[in-house]
T-cell receptor, first 114, second 111 residues
Framework: AQSVTQPDIHITVSEGASLELRCNYS??????LFWYVQSPGQGLQLLLK??????LVQGIKGFEAEFKRSQSSFNLRKPSVHWSDAAEYFC????????????FGDGTTLTVKP | DGGITQSPKYLFRKEGQNVTLSCEQN?????MYWYRQDPGQGLRLIYY???????QKGDIAEGYSVSREKKESFPLTVTSAQKNPTAFYLC??????????FGPGTRLTVL
């Protein structure tokens, strides 16, 4: 069965600083990988996705993620964090089958200091 | 937002009553999903459907039921058999195996 681990429950960074959120996955085949963001009391919004090809993926709001098969990781990065980036971030791995359901990590809460 | 609407945003029910949460989509997504989110936790899959008139149990289906009579609609019923129904419920849709587009969620409180 597939699984996702987000090792950091809570991260605090200063505005303007760089950000890296970690994600490790377990899946028997080539995974589909996603990062989503959730503001309090809201639904999730897709930031970026990886299906195949270039292992460095660009997303919305200046985010990028790098797929590293050897490390089973898909870490999310942003070079300069804005106060509006404060939210909860979820990594997900999707089944590369017709069933196609995703498994989500427990999330990382990002706090941005002024 | 991927065209997923959920209603109502807040719902209050007495213990022992069944309640149905609405989820509608207008972007012709094949797949639709229901998740439960509890404070400080990730998303847990309740049910999902890849095609009309077919659906599968997720990881925590006990005490819940769904139907998929139309492609646009995937309502979730929280039955009295669900022991701890107070939670935030999220509906999502998308292409099979692909990314998911989420609705704004329904916060259910059972009194």
């Amino acid at each position: 069965a597939q699984s996702v681990t987000q090792p950091d429950i809570h991260i605090t960074v200063s505005e303007g600083a760089s950000l890296e959120l970690r994600c490790n996955y377990s899946y028997g085949a080539t995974p589909y990988l996603f990062w989503y963001v959730q503001s309090p009391g809201q639904g999730l919004q897709l930031l970026l996705k990886y299906f195949s090809g270039d292992t460095l993926v660009q997303g919305i709001k200046g985010f990028e993620a790098e797929f590293k098969r050897s490390q089973s990781s898909f870490n999310l990065r942003k070079p300069s964090v804005h106060w509006s980036d404060a939210a909860e971030y979820f990594c997900a791995v999707g089944e590369n089958t017709n069933a196609g359901k995703s498994t989500f990590g427990d999330g990382t809460t990002l706090t941005v200091k002024p | 937002d991927g065209g997923i609407t959920q209603s109502p945003k807040y719902l209050f029910r007495k213990e022992g009553q069944n309640v149905t949460l609405s989820c509608e989509q207008n972007l012709n997504h094949d797949a639709m999903y229901w998740y439960r989110q509890d404070p400080g936790q990730g998303l847990r899959l309740i049910y999902y459907s890849q095609i009309v008139n077919d659906f599968q149990k997720g990881d925590i289906a006990e005490g819940y039921s769904v139907s998929r009579e139309k492609k646009e609609s995937f309502p979730l019923t929280v039955t009295s058999a669900q022991k701890n129904p107070t939670a935030f419920y999220l509906c999502a849709g998308g292409p099979r195996g692909g990314e998911q587009f989420f609705g704004p969620g329904t916060r259910l409180t059972v009194l």
